[in-house]
């Protein structure tokens, strides 16, 4: 037995091997695999990607305790005397020591979904007809511009036959050794916005414009097995996902 320092190192080594890391993803008690789902819906806009099944996932990539450094903001002033003399003068400000937020497991995934359009086709478009005065006369032909009302077509019917499609999904992954919703908050919120601001998001396909540039992954202790425990972890995902992160209670070996 390895002798480690806690829960992120007991993490660390079990996710050395493949088949914890797919476990984490696609959990056995998650048959319909709506940790996945969850993710993926993070990233991809749900008005435009309706997942109808997830068919696999792949890990390509793993890193651990990856350094993201927070963007520095630069301010600048210039300043000029007028009527002879000019003169340029400049601030800048920069802390001394960058803030470093480090990932704790960093996944490039591909997941294979079968999924619908969300998005409807514009079918038509039809002038209005144009409305009275206040006096009752009709208005002149140049008074008003003319209105025109659009009509949009029902997306396409879901084809369970259609091939499926595979979707990049980079999975940022934090350790939590207690539960200190908080912290995990505030955690997770500065991680996200440095990421986002250094890492681009990627290019929007017929999937809409990404979210984000990464899913987030709050990994927690894991409980008691006892019917509280299981309603808190309920409680603790439904928090988190209402600020677009996924959480997760694991075991440490």
Known sequence: MVA????????MLRYLVPDHVTSLLVPATDPRRDRVRSLLLSVYDPASLDIRSVESVEVVHQEFQTAVHASIAVRGSWDKTLPLAEQARATVEIPANPAVHWIDMALETVVVVKAASADSLLASVEAEAAWATPDGAPPRQDAYERPYGLRYAEP?????TAPARSLPLRVSALFFDRLDLADALRRLGQAKRAVDAASPRPAAQDTGTPLASSAWLAVFPATATDEPSRTTEQLVGD???TQGY??????AP
């Open 4 to 11: 480690t320092n806690g829960f992120t190192d007991d993490l």
């Open 156 to 160: 396409p019917p879901f084809d369970p």
């Open 239 to 241: 928090l988190l996902a």
């Open 246 to 251: 996924v959480a997760a209670f694991e075991t």
